[in-house]
Structure formats: C-alpha cells, structure tokens
C-alpha cells in the first residue's frame, strides 16, 4: 500500500499553495503567506510518525490565534482551481477535513457524518451544508469508493 505522504505527494502541495517545503527531521513545514491582509499561517505534515500506540500522518496548523491538529490524517486532495488542500481523516464512516488555503485561510471540520458529502444539500441547513460541500472534494479518496 502507498504511502500517503511521499516525496511526490509533498511536492504537489507545494505547487498547489505556491510555497516551499522545508524538511525538518521527522517533518515538512509550510509556511503560506497573505501579504495583502499581512497574515500568514504555518502548517506541518508528520508523515508516519507515532501517535499513541500506533503509527500515522499528523497534520498541524498554526496561525496566529489557533493550534489545530488532524491526526491519523488518512489522504487528502489538492484543488488547484480552488488553491486548496484538503486533508481527510476517516473514521467509521465519519470525517474530519483540515482545509489549508494559498490565501493563508483554513478550515477545520470535524467528526462530518460522509453521507451528507453526497447528499441533497437543498435539503439541509447552510450549516450543515457547509460542511457537506467543502468535504465533498474528498469523497472520491474515502475507503469503498472507485478513486
């Protein structure tokens, strides 16, 4: 089974936020800045480390008001159109998603039930539906599904 963060993998979120990575030991830092808004967040992908009792890819943000975590993150999908990437970690058929943005936004959802991702989003509430359209890009990387 593929690794989810190879070399390759690293490379092709670096030309999708537009940055370089910097390879720090057990870990590639990110750092993304917005000099309109004068912001700037800094991420890093721990691929394969351990974390408890087992073994697995630990995603990090930090902004200048926030420390998010994404642990075991299971795959993610880059969106050139959008500038984005969005990390997945899948768990009995929920989700959380760590959205990491070129502007320098991100976005974090967690514990998502994956059946809202193809769902009739007319038929919830914009604040479910939020969720249900900005994971949706994931849906073709989750366990049972044709990737």
Do not use: W
């Amino acid at each position: 089974m593929k690794k989810v963060f190879e070399k390759e993998d690293i490379d092709k979120i670096a030309k999708v936020l537009g940055v370089e990575p910097k390879f720090k030991g057990n870990n590639y830092r990110f750092v993304v800045e917005n000099k309109e808004q004068r912001g700037h967040i800094s991420f890093e992908i721990y691929p394969d480390i351990p974390i408890g009792e087992k073994t697995g890819n630990l995603i990090c943000v930090y902004t200048s008001f926030a420390h998010l975590q994404l642990h075991f993150c299971t795959g993610y999908v880059v969106s050139e159109y959008l500038g984005e990437i969005t990390f997945i970690g899948e768990y009995q058929g929920h989700l959380s998603g760590l959205i990491v943005e070129k502007g320098g936004g991100c976005s974090l959802f967690a514990n998502v039930d994956s059946s809202i991702l193809s769902g009739d989003f007319t038929t919830m509430g914009p604040e479910i539906m939020l969720s249900g359209v900005a994971l949706s890009l994931a849906e073709g990387i989750l366990p049972g599904q044709d990737n």
